[in-house]
């Protein structure tokens, strides 16, 4: 019977562990003025995005991320970015986690993180790096392995993107919120930024297509600019 039990245990963990994480996940907490602040962390294939900013008036306050991967309850990240301790792009760093009380919490950690959502029902879910314009009818291709990148997180439901710089630790900026997909339309709804307070509860919608596998994105930026954006999937 002991045996028995100690099998059953081991199955349990191993399926608690093994659950599929990605998609997006929320946390709460209070700073020391008494403000609310939301984490938001974005898991697609490989790739996260964690932010703070004030749940209230959206000030943004820091992000983080890079590729991840999972093995059991310990995730390992390679950091390609990072506001608030830049010196630690470049490193791995590692962290156990642990599924209570309907969330998951990072060891060590008071934060019960809930879930958003599982990848859907957007259909943008995945992390893309810009990799092409078109200005004037001539599209012009980036080399997505280049230092420099804007890269777009996004689960079944948020999306963020980033601007940074992995060989000169440099932040360029971000902003990020909530996002649908209906029918040809991708429709953002911008809960921080990072440049600009006040763009914080603006709405945006773009026309989008996958074309053989990438992501055509046009339309009129923030500024009221016009903008055909190519987007490729991260690999």
Not at 88 to 95: A, L, N, P, W, Y
Not at 117 to 130: H, I, Q, R, S, T
Request: hydrophobic share 30%.
């Amino acid at each position: 019977m002991k045996k028995l039990l100690t099998i059953l245990l081991s199955i349990s963990g191993f399926i608690v562990y093994s659950q599929n994480i990605q998609g997006a996940w929320e946390g709460k907490m209070t700073d020391e003025n008494g403000n609310e602040i939301r984490n938001v962390v974005i898991l697609t294939d490989g790739y996260q995005v964690s932010t703070n900013y004030d749940a209230n008036t959206g000030a943004f306050i820091s992000t983080n991320g890079g590729s991840w991967s999972q093995d059991g309850n310990q995730i390992m990240e390679i950091v390609e970015f990072d506001t608030k301790n830049p010196e630690r792009v470049g490193s791995e760093v590692s962290f156990e986690i642990e599924m209570v009380d309907g969330g998951m919490r990072i060891v060590d950690s008071d934060m019960v993180m809930k879930r958003i959502d599982k990848m859907a029902p957007g259909e943008l879910a995945g992390a893309w790096l810009m990799s092409g314009r078109k200005r004037n009818g001539e599209i012009s291709q980036r080399d997505t392995n280049r230092p420099r990148k804007t890269m777009k997180v996004l689960s079944g439901t948020r999306f963020q993107w980033i601007a940074y710089n992995t060989e000169t630790k440099e932040f360029k900026g971000t902003g990020g919120g909530t996002y649908t997909t209906v029918d040809g339309k991708y429709t953002e709804n911008i809960e921080f930024f990072s440049r600009d307070n006040s763009r914080v509860g603006a709405s945006l919608k773009f026309d989008f297509e996958l074309k053989e596998g990438k992501w055509h994105h046009s339309g009129f930026s923030s500024k009221g600019d016009p903008l055909y954006e190519i987007w490729s999937l991260r690999e």
